[in-house]
Nanobody, 122 residues
Framework: QVQLVESGGGLVQPGGSLRLSCAASGSIWSINTMGWYRQAPGKQRELVAA???????DYADSVKGRFTISRDNAKNTVYLQMNSLKPEDTAVYYCALDQLVNTFRRKTPDYWGQGTQVTVSS
């Protein structure tokens, strides 16, 4: 069993920055993928960014060049540095983890955090 605890959401002006954190605990295999999805009002959940334990990364086109995902494998913690935020980034952001994979592209992750609200507004 795995638990994910997120932090770092909030309200920010367009052009501003936020950093999200997610700490995983429980029975976590050293080979895994962690990352972030988001869901905006009236829209489907979408993958924002993911990072495998081997360090390979995957980003949505809409955030490339603005967001950076990183992780600390020793702490089983993943971060999402969000810069140059836009109103379109407003969403609930969910941390996710999947065991023994290096991508979220083949299946939905098995473990999810509670979500943290990110609001980008003037």
């Amino acid at each position: 069993q795995v638990q994910l605890v997120e932090s770092g959401g909030g309200l920010v002006q367009p052009g501003g920055s936020l950093r999200l954190s997610c700490a995983a605990s429980g029975s976590i295999w050293s080979i895994n993928t962690m990352g972030w999805y988001r869901q905006a009002p009236g829209k489907q959940r979408e993958l924002v960014a993911a990072i495998a334990s081997g360090s390979a990364t995957d980003y949505a086109d809409s955030v490339k060049g603005r967001f950076t995902i990183s992780r600390d494998n020793a702490k089983n913690t993943v971060y999402l540095q969000m810069n140059s935020l836009k109103p379109e980034d407003t969403a609930v952001y969910y941390c996710a983890l999947d065991q023994l994979v290096n991508t979220f592209r083949r299946k939905t992750p098995d473990y999810w955090g509670q979500g943290t609200q990110v609001t980008v507004s003037s």
